[in-house]
């Protein structure tokens, strides 16, 4: 049901933008979030926005770089990337749940989505 695209190969210093869409309505995602996981590591998350957009979380390594966002009307989660780290390099995955979450840390788990898409590969040199 959801479908990341965007990724790439970059030098350090430059910008991604991540894209994420839904087959059916987005709407339908209380909570919608951004994972990564980079070669022989765990799973990472990156970052979590709630149906109105009015709750956003990021880990605090890439807070300040990223920015995630979404658009109801098109079915699209975004993940914007600016400022990339060799460090960043990771197959990003985008996550879905119809629920929504009071507490914070429940946006960072990945047991609290329930639809995952395929990653998509981002590859930062330096």
């Known amino acids: 049901q959801l479908q990341a695209s965007g990724g790439g190969l970059l030098q350090a210093g430059g910008s991604l933008r991540l894209s994420c869409v839904a087959s059916?309505?987005?709407?339908?995602?209380?909570?919608m979030a951004w994972f990564r996981q980079a070669p022989g590591k765990d799973r990472e998350f990156v970052a979590a926005?709630?149906?109105?957009?009015?709750?956003?979380f990021y880990t605090d390594r890439v807070r300040g770089r990223f920015t995630i966002s979404r658009d109801n009307a098109k079915n699209t989660l975004y993940l914007q990337m600016d400022s990339l780290r060799p460090e960043d390099t990771a197959a990003y995955s985008c996550?879905?749940?119809?629920?929504?979450?009071?507490?914070?840390?429940?946006?960072?788990?990945?047991?609290?989505?329930?639809?995952w898409g395929q990653g998509t590969l981002v590859t930062v040199s330096s």
């Open positions: 996550a879905g749940s119809a629920r929504t979450y009071a507490s914070e840390r429940a946006h960072y788990t990945g047991v609290s989505y329930d639809y």
């Open positions: 059916g309505r987005i709407s339908s995602f209380g909570t």
């Open positions: 926005i709630n149906r109105s957009g009015e709750r956003i």
